[in-house]
């Protein structure tokens, strides 16, 4: 059974940095799309980050530039490294999961919500307030 656990988040000033971590346990198979979603209060919950197995990866518009997404295989760990932080960053943010299939599927079906992600994580909150 797969299970995500985050970590990392809190609150941070504007233009301050967070980086939040997920370590994947359970994870069996080396072909993956996992990243990061995002849910704002009255807001829908969106993609933020994907990153495949292929080596692709996948930003909203909205964080392009200024946050980057990397695994540490060795040690099953996805990092989100979130620089220049603004107001509108603030919500709760889920590490994800799901069996990589191609890129279609991962950074247009996945990413999109198509296709939900099947293993999320509780969340950890990220707020963004002066």
């Known amino acids: 059974q797969v299970q995500l656990e985050e970590s990392g988040g809190g609150s941070v000033q504007p233009g301050g940095s967070l980086n939040v971590s997920c370590v994947l346990s359970?994870?069996?198979?080396?072909?993956?799309?996992a990243g990061w979603f995002r849910q704002a209060p009255g807001n829908e919950r969106e993609a933020v980050a994907l990153?495949?197995?292929?080596?692709?990866?996948k930003f909203a518009d909205s964080v392009k530039g200024r946050f980057t997404i990397s695994i540490e295989k060795s040690e099953n760990t996805l990092h989100l490294q979130m620089n220049s932080l603004k107001p509108e960053d603030t919500a709760m943010y889920y590490c994800?999961?799901?069996?990589?299939?191609?890129?279609?599927?991962?950074?247009?079906?996945?990413?999109?919500?198509?296709?939900?992600?099947?293993?999320w994580g509780q969340g950890t909150q990220v707020t963004v307030s002066s």
């Open positions: 994800v999961s799901e069996f990589y299939i191609n890129a279609v599927q991962c950074f247009v079906q996945v990413f999109s919500l198509v296709t939900p992600p099947s293993n």
């Open positions: 990153i495949g197995s292929d080596g692709g990866k």
């Open positions: 359970g994870y069996e198979y080396s072909k993956y799309c």
